[in-house]
């Protein structure tokens, strides 16, 4: 019996679907990043505008002062899709999960001196509960923003913010007890020296221009408050008692390293749009780095004792010229 094996070539009819093909030409295949994202955003064929908002339709481009002549000229250098967000999320807890047995296995915090361990919990556990208004920050970008391309990062990164607060509050557990957790919580709602972090908080949740909210959360303050905890913090707290800390929050500064290029790459894009988006971009950026920065004056006065003027105006220094890169003016 003879068996004749050949191999067949068979071209496909079409690419990709058609409207990803219209913008990317239809001979060219399209990346998975590029068919999850393209025209995604419902636009046409609404059937009423919603009650509680009736002067825009329910997704509606005139949410924002930004304006846009295409909503898909932003662009995720991660390349993030649901498929990719989760993987790579995947790959970066395996870590933090290796990093907490580590700890847990070898009991380091039990030999973690107690000054540090105490200044540790004052000053990482009450920021759950700002992680938890990022999170809140972030899906509402996604709710009420226009264009895939830019709000279905936004709830990746409201997970991930979630995701942040377990880590913060299985820090507490493992140094301590549920009680520290219960500590934390009335730091945030009575100590003097986080009200002004919980008023910037609290008073985001009522910004209505999405991306004027984006700017405060992913922009101002994230830039500020993850460098000064996760790095400056991080190495002051190394410096007293070892880098068990380092371990138990890589995951909060691998994030931030990453997540800033996407940021960044978005400011950039919309004050790129315009001479009216960049400078309205400025404004903003101007108002809430000011705010964040006395929020956050008295929280790094604590972490970082008399070092902490210093530290402050080098990160304010590192903020400008990260927006200056972005062809912000502030």
Request: proline content about 4%; hydrophobic content about 45%.
């Amino acid at each position: 019996m003879h068996i004749d094996l050949r191999t067949v070539s068979i071209k496909p009819l079409r690419q990709t679907f058609d409207h990803v093909a219209a913008r990317i030409g239809g001979d060219k295949p399209a990346s998975r990043y590029q068919e999850g994202t393209y025209d995604l955003q419902a636009a046409a064929n609404f059937h009423y505008r919603p009650l509680w908002d009736p002067e825009h339709e329910i997704f509606d481009a005139t949410r924002t002062a930004i304006k846009m002549a295409d909503w898909y000229a932003f662009k995720d250098p991660r390349q993030f899709y649901y498929g990719t967000y989760t993987l790579a999320r995947a790959r970066m807890q395996e870590k933090a999960e290796a990093d907490f047995e580590f700890v847990e296995e070898r009991k380091l915090a039990d030999s973690y001196p107690q000054p540090a361990k105490q200044l540790a919990l004052e000053v990482l556990l009450p920021l759950r509960h700002a992680e938890w208004g990022a999170n809140m920050n972030n899906s509402s970008i996604c709710a009420y923003g226009f264009g895939t391309a830019i709000t279905q990062p936004c709830i990746y990164q409201a997970m991930d913010h979630l995701g942040m607060a377990q880590y913060l509050t299985r820090v507490g557990l493992l140094f301590e007890d549920v009680g520290a957790l219960d500590v934390a919580k009335e730091s945030w709602l009575k100590d003097a020296k986080w009200q002004g972090l919980r008023r910037y908080v609290e008073d985001s949740f009522v910004v209505k221009d999405w991306f004027e909210l984006y700017v405060a959360q992913n922009l101002v303050l994230d830039g500020l408050l993850y460098p000064l905890i996760y790095a400056r913090f991080d190495q002051a707290l190394a410096a007293q008692g070892g880098p068990v800390v380092s371990m138990l929050t890589r995951f909060q500064g691998e994030w931030y390293e990453e997540s800033s290029k996407w940021v960044d790459a978005s400011i950039k894009t919309a004050a790129a749009e315009s001479e009216e988006n960049r400078a309205l971009l400025s404004r903003w950026v101007a108002t809430y780095r000011d705010r964040a920065v006395a929020a956050l004056a008295p929280i790094a006065a604590h972490a970082l004792g008399d070092d902490a003027s210093a530290e402050m105006a080098e990160l304010v220094e590192e903020f400008n010229r990260r927006a200056a890169k972005s062809g912000l003016t502030v």
